[in-house]
């Protein structure tokens, strides 16, 4: 079965330097998204991405954060200045559908850690 | 705006016990609401979805949910529980407000005792 897949599954990084995530989402599907989980706590969404553009972000998604498609399979999260409270797992999903009517498809995350 | 609450951020049950997570959602538009697992260090993986075809929805490994628009509830059951279902479970839900953003609730460990 296809799967999301996401690179690398651990990051670490000092305070202040620029990280990319890194997802190659299921390659029939349409839409792309960023979730992250602070440990122990909630699933939280990040972006939403369809057709080349952010559909939408929450309030998490600031300047510092960006996402990119840069070809064909790959979707990308950008942290430009990383700060302590953004050690967190990220999850890229994806979903064929909006999701809406369709499930998202999600990788097993990259567990960053800002020191 | 789109919301779930989940009661209980753990739920202890003995093996073949039944288990019963509960789900509560909010939304000003039909929802569209799912159950998740998360297996450790996992992604999320799909239980079951309801779109409104059918108020009772039955999911992978015998999960099943009912929809109750009156409770305005979601909660998820299985029959007998089994070891491999301890795991984190979430419930989540969309609306067609736009954006496609899907909303998660806290999460429910769910431990299974022998």
């Known amino acids: 079965e296809p799967e999301v897949t996401q690179t690398p599954s651990h990051q670490v990084t000092q305070m202040g330097q620029e990280v990319i995530l890194r997802c190659v989402p299921i390659s029939n599907h349409l839409y792309f998204y960023w979730y992250r989980q602070i440990l122990g706590q909630k699933v939280e969404f990040l972006v939403s991405f369809y057709n080349n553009e952010i559909s939408e972000k929450s309030e998490i998604f600031d300047d510092q954060f960006s996402v990119e498609r840069p070809d064909g399979s790959n979707f990308t999260l950008k942290i430009r200045s990383t700060k302590l409270e953004d050690s967190a797992m990220y999850f890229c999903?994806?979903?064929?559908?909006?999701?809406?009517?369709?499930?998202?498809?999600f990788g097993n995350g990259t567990r960053l850690t800002v020191t | 705006a789109q919301s779930v609450t989940q009661l209980g951020s753990h739920v202890s049950v003995s093996e073949g016990a039944l288990v019963l997570l509960r789900c509560n959602y909010s939304?000003?538009?039909?929802?569209?609401l799912f159950w998740y697992v998360q297996y450790p260090n996992q992604g999320l993986q799909l239980l079951l979805k309801y779109t409104s075809a059918a108020t009772l929805v039955k999911g992978i490994n015998g999960f099943e949910a009912e929809f109750k628009k009156s409770e305005t509830s979601f909660h998820l059951t299985k029959p007998s529980a089994h070891m491999s279902d301890a795991a984190e479970y979430f419930c989540?839900?969309?609306?067609?407000?736009?954006?496609?953003?899907?909303?998660f609730g806290a999460g429910t460990r769910l431990f299974v005792k022998a």
């Open positions: 989540a839900v969309t609306g067609n407000t736009g954006g496609f953003k899907t909303i």
């Open positions: 999903a994806s979903s064929e559908e909006s999701s809406y009517n369709s499930p998202l498809h």
């Open positions: 939304s000003s538009v039909p929802p569209y």
